[in-house]
């Protein structure tokens, strides 16, 4: 076998439909409007969110600089917020409870390949954030986690595993470090 069979056979692989090619194309002609919107025009930029199938809570603050990647794909809670530079790379659902922080530079990350394969497939995994989380600066969370209700997730760490309700995790890979209590 050629050594670039295998990645001519994944470009070969139909990874989305033409309806979903189709709405990533109008949404990154659309995303200017979206990254370049003044700081506090959160309503405009939930508005935009909406129009392109995104469910979006009341009161929710997402930064203009935050890349989505799919807006239907993505669902938040009330009174949640993503902060600046943040990536919701959400190739599949991606779930943000209620009370949720996403802090500045943050990265949600919703694909991955499988490794297995030689082909390298595509993987369009899901996360979910829980209600009152907070996920601070520079956090990583992979292609399927769970972070549980009230968790926080360290600053800068690696989350490739679930995290248990209320616990602290820190490090690369994240570890539980303590619990919260409220």
């Known amino acids: 076998m050629n050594e670039l069979e295998p990645i001519a056979e994944n470009r070969l692989q139909r990874k989305w439909s033409l309806r979903e090619l189709t ?4 949404w990154s002609l659309a995303s200017p409007l979206f990254r370049f919107s003044p700081r ?38 009330d009174w949640s917020s ?13 779930v943000i409870g209620k009370r949720v922080t996403i802090s500045q530079r943050s990265h949600l ?8 394969d030689a082909t390298l497939p595509l993987i369009k ?19 399927g986690v769970t ?7 360290g600053a800068r760490a690696v989350v490739v595993r679930d995290v248990d309700a209320w616990a602290i995790v ?11 209590e409220m």
């Open 125 to 143: 995994a899901s996360i979910e954030i829980a209600d009152d989380v907070w996920v601070c600066t520079d956090a990583f969370v992979g292609p």
């Open 23 to 26: 709405g990533r194309m109008l």
């Open 40 to 77: 506090l025009l959160w309503g405009w930029r939930r508005g935009m969110l909406r129009l392109f199938g995104a469910k979006i809570g009341k009161h929710v603050h997402i930064h203009s600089s935050v890349r989505v990647f799919i807006p239907w794909n993505l669902t938040i809670g």
């Open 170 to 180: 820190a490090g690369n890979p994240a570890k539980q470090v303590g619990t919260r």
């Open 109 to 116: 990350c919703g694909g991955s390949h499988d490794h297995r």
């Open 82 to 94: 993503v902060g600046f530079d943040s990536v919701l790379y959400n190739l599949g659902p991606m």
């Open 147 to 153: 972070v549980g209700q009230g968790a926080v997730v």
